[in-house]
């Protein structure tokens, strides 16, 4: 193998234009302390945290399906014999005892599921002890390496770690500015059920998950298979292998290709021992050892940036960039104002997502994207659907990342099969949905208790993301094979579930994630309840989707009828006597009025049935937002992104700025990961959508330009944000006006413009380019 892998240093020369005033890198002046402050580095199926160490280097690995746990049916045999019971006693108001025999009887059994769980750690240990100068690390977005540079005693130390979506693997470099200069240890690590055996200039990980039997989580035993492999390539020098390690000294250079593979089949839902993980490991070394290092260096570089470049944003105010990016962080949090640096977080929440949900990835972004250094992780990495997961996708289509969508698509189709199962056993219904949270098994049944489980209408709510992708592309072949058929189908349950109620159709029993009320005299924090205000604006969102879906391809005229019977009968949303939006059904007095969720205003972001049109919501919804955040709301990192996205909606500008501010003060570590706290990805993806939508919105019918630029972002431009009706919009504005547009139709379809007041309408041409001046008018 050795012999087959040509280096070639001139061809891992750091990125040329790598001064600090390059916006499209994060850079530090020291290596990482912990986890929080390393790199990542991924490619939707590997994920990679570097830490940039000088006399010791790790880099903590993921393998997106790397899971404890297995499949088997969840659902709780009690739970359709009790289901009349516990709807009369919410109908009743009897919550307590509801929530009582809910969690007897609805729950999970068990009601808990496991966690994804980290692959293990690449260490790389020196020889060197002397003190080292010229320290820099480096994140370079736009081609996804990462570099740790330093000098000790007069020679330079390079290290270059990327991971290629093309060839499938990571790759890590090692060069110095003198012949002879590198001498390391190469281990590859792992805590528990994994053994490593060094052979030639191989290190091999083989395991498999053993999990201990537990109550609340399932079976015990021997679950998922997994493997890693480690090729070490030597230029110069002598490598030799032990048991566990490989031995380097006096290389010019040293090339490191790594992969790793489990037995999981998604197909299935579950691990397929037909699956030989070090097979697969073995069939992608053997095609990536057939190329040069620099020839997958080239590869990786070409297709990162065709997806990355994509969008291009220039904030303006770019004074502190001589700094690196934990220092400019930090003046942030001190007060400062660091446009650039916003701009920066935006193109790196866009990185963020490329890295966690795409091909050769088969899994969608989870709770930590792909990066999790634990066994057990915070909320599992799961993939929670109550908002976490679905926000993770908000930027997508806007940021130009279409691609990363086809993850998500995928596995809720096969989310379906368990869900259908769940719609039957459950709640006797046709159909197929999901509560609050899953893991990527299909977990499908009420998890963890009925204060957080009882989100019925999930399954309906991760449909949007994928209806979505439709309003973006008009993929019309997408849509009648892939969309329609899953939206269809979680109707299917809809029409079933919805039981009559004072001339309404109304969820029950169901709540508004995770929030609590309480009834009139009493202190019991009461979360269940039915027709919550989320309920129905999800519930006439999805009814408005399936008519407009079956519509355009031509199918179930029928049915189309029925859906807008039943969408005249969802209960309107409401103002309560506070003027605020009702979050339940019944004016309720909140028992956490500082609530992180903001559930009952969906119908404004990312939903768009709350908007200037409908004046009176529209100011109720102001007013919602004010009291939660009079009371402590928007604390945690994706809460606050939803503040940014909310304000943007409602055209307020400043306030838009201000929290997206406070997300860098308050829920921002070094290396941009979001805080919720912990770590928590969603508001990365959040707070990039956020900014996308303070410079374009496209909902109702109008591509609004700079619906919510604010006075700190003067001057500016943008190219590359993607509108609804397949149209790339690129934007250039100076003193806080814009200067020009340019809308590419790649559709062929008209579209109305908004600027301010203003509102023209456009007829198009596929393929061609329009540019408008200041005042909208055509050049």
């Not at 980290?118 to 020196?126: C, E, M, N, R, V």
């Not at 046709?430 to 499908?444: P, R």
């Not at 005229?557 to 039943?566: A, F, P, Q, S």
């Amino acid at each position: 193998m050795r012999k087959m892998i040509y280096l070639a240093i001139s061809s891992f020369l750091i990125l040329a234009c790598t001064s600090p005033g390059q916006e499209s890198k994060l850079w530090y002046k020291r290596p990482a302390a912990n986890w929080n402050e390393a790199l990542p580095v991924g490619n939707g199926r590997l994920g990679g945290m570097v830490f940039g160490g000088v006399y010791n280097e790790r880099i903590q690995l993921n393998e997106e399906s790397l899971w404890a746990g297995t499949r088997f049916n969840t659902n709780n045999p009690e739970a359709l014999k009790s289901l009349p019971l516990i709807r009369a006693l919410i109908f009743e108001e009897k919550i307590k005892e509801a929530y009582h025999l809910g969690n007897k009887n609805l729950l999970g059994k068990p009601n808990r599921f496991r966690s994804y769980q980290t692959l293990g750690d690449i260490f790389l240990s020196f020889d060197r002890v002397a003190p080292y100068t010229d320290y820099r690390r480096e994140l370079h977005l736009n081609s996804g390496i990462i570099s740790t540079i330093f000098t000790i005693e007069g020679t330079t130390y390079t290290r270059e770690v990327f991971i290629s979506a093309p060839d499938n693997i990571m790759v890590v470099h090692l060069t110095a500015n003198k012949p002879g200069a590198i001498n390391t240890t190469i281990a590859l690590q792992r805590k528990k059920d994994a053994t490593i055996k060094a052979d030639a200039n191989q290190l091999v990980l083989t395991g498999q998950i053993t999990d201990e039997p537990n109550d609340a989580q399932g079976p015990g035993g021997r679950h998922m298979k997994f493997a890693a492999k480690l090729l070490a390539v030597n230029k110069g020098g002598e490598l030799t292998a032990d048991s566990s390690k490989l031995q380097l000294k006096d290389a010019d250079e040293l090339c490191i290709i790594f992969t790793a593979a489990t037995d999981y089949n998604i197909e299935k839902l579950n691990y397929d021992r037909s699956i030989d993980p070090i097979s697969i490991c073995n069939e992608i070394l053997a095609k990536a050892e057939k190329k040069s290092c620099s020839l997958i260096r080239e590869s990786q570089i070409k297709e990162h940036e065709s997806l990355f470049n994509r969008v291009d944003l220039d904030l303006g105010g770019a004074q502190l960039s001589l700094l690196p990016t934990d220092e400019r962080l930090n003046a942030v949090k001190q007060g400062a104002a660091d446009p650039a640096l916003i701009a920066l977080y935006f193109q790196y929440g866009r990185y963020l997502l490329m890295g966690s949900s795409r091909t050769p990835g088969v899994l969608p972004a989870n709770l930590q994207g792909i990066w999790n250094n634990h066994f057990k992780a915070p909320w599992n990495s799961d993939y929670h659907t109550n908002i976490n997961l679905q926000m993770n996708y908000w930027p997508a289509e806007i940021c130009n990342l279409h691609e990363t969508v086809d993850p998500l698509t995928n596995i809720v189709d096969k989310w379906r099969e368990p869900g259908r199962v769940t719609a039957r056993e459950m709640y006797g219904c046709s159909g197929w949905m999901m509560h609050h949270a899953t893991d990527i098994f299909g977990k499908t049944v009420p998890n963890a208790d009925m204060r957080w489980g009882m989100s019925p209408l999930s399954g309906v709510w991760m449909t949007f993301p994928i209806w979505r992708h439709y309003e973006y592309s008009l993929d019309k072949e997408y849509l009648g094979t892939k969309a329609y058929p899953i939206m269809k189908e979680a109707m299917d349950f809809v029409s079933d579930f919805l039981l009559e109620k004072d001339g309404y159709l109304v969820t029950i029993p169901t709540m508004s994630p995770e929030n609590s009320y309480v009834l009139e005299g009493e202190d019991y924090p009461c979360r269940l309840t039915y027709a919550s205000t989320i309920d129905n604006q999800i519930l006439m969102a999805h009814l408005d989707n399936c008519i407009e879906a079956s519509g355009i391809l031509g199918v179930d005229d029928d049915l189309r009828k029925g859906w807008k019977e039943i969408r005249s009968k969802i209960p309107p949303v409401q103002i309560g006597k506070d003027r605020t939006i009702m979050e339940w059904i019944k004016d309720y007095a909140e028992r956490e009025p500082g609530h992180r969720h903001m559930s009952h205003l969906l119908g404004l972001y990312p939903l768009a049935q709350i908007n200037p049109e409908t004046p009176e919501l529209f100011e109720a919804a102001k007013r919602t937002i004010e009291k939660r955040l009079k009371n402590g709301g928007g604390h945690t990192g994706w809460s606050r992104a939803w503040m940014i996205n909310f304000f943007a909606r409602l055209h307020e500008p400043e306030t838009a700025y201000k929290h997206v501010v406070a997300l860098m003060r308050k829920s921002t570590q070094s290396n941009l990961f979001d805080s919720h706290p912990p770590f928590q990805i969603d508001g990365n993806f959040g707070g990039t959508a956020g900014i996308a939508e303070m410079l374009l919105q496209s909902h109702n019918g109008v591509i609004q330009l700079l619906p919510a630029l604010p006075s700190a972002w003067p001057d500016g431009e943008v190219r590359g944000l993607q509108a609804r009706g397949g149209f790339e919009v690129a934007l250039k504005w100076k003193k806080g006006e814009l200067v020009s547009a340019k809308i590419l139709a790649k559709s062929g379809n008209a579209f109305k413009v908004g600027l301010k007041d203003k509102l023209i309408a456009v007829e198009t041409e596929k393929g061609k380019e329009y540019t408008f001046n200041s005042i909208l008018e055509i050049q």
